[in-house]
Nanobody, 115 residues
Framework: QVQLVESGGGLVQAGGSLRLTCSVSGSINSVDFMGWYRQAPGKERDLVALISMTASFTNYGDSVKDRFTISRDNANLYLQMNKLKPEDTAVYYC??????????WGQGTQVTVSS
């Protein structure tokens, strides 16, 4: 099993930056890839970014390319968010795929961008 705990959300003005952290524990060696998703009120949960465990592969949602950067180290997953926009307001969830099939989610952290 894998446990995911997000932190770093908050309120920021448009144009500002935030860094989200996902602390990872459990069977980390069996995790295939990790990522961030977000869900705004009344909308579906959308992909923000994915990263392979070797960090050789990354993928970003179209709306965050060139503004957000995903990275990781042995125990944490990060999301650096720059040039934030009001439409980035959402609950951000950490995500992991374990042993090629089991999905794990964190509890989410709220990001609010004011105009």
């Amino acid at each position: 099993q894998v446990q995911l705990v997000e932190s770093g959300g908050g309120l920021v003005q448009a144009g500002g930056s935030l860094r989200l952290t996902c602390s990872v524990s459990g069977s980390i060696n069996s995790v295939d890839f990790m990522g961030w998703y977000r869900q705004a009120p009344g909308k579906e949960r959308d992909l923000v970014a994915l990263i392979s465990m070797t960090a050789s592969f990354t993928n970003y949602g179209d709306s965050v390319k060139d503004r957000f950067t995903i990275s990781r180290d042995n125990a944490n997953l990060y999301l650096q968010m720059n040039k934030l926009k009001p439409e980035d307001t959402a609950v951000y969830y950490c995500y992991a795929v374990h042993n090629g099939r089991t999905e794990y989610w964190g509890q989410g952290t709220q990001v609010t961008v004011s105009s």
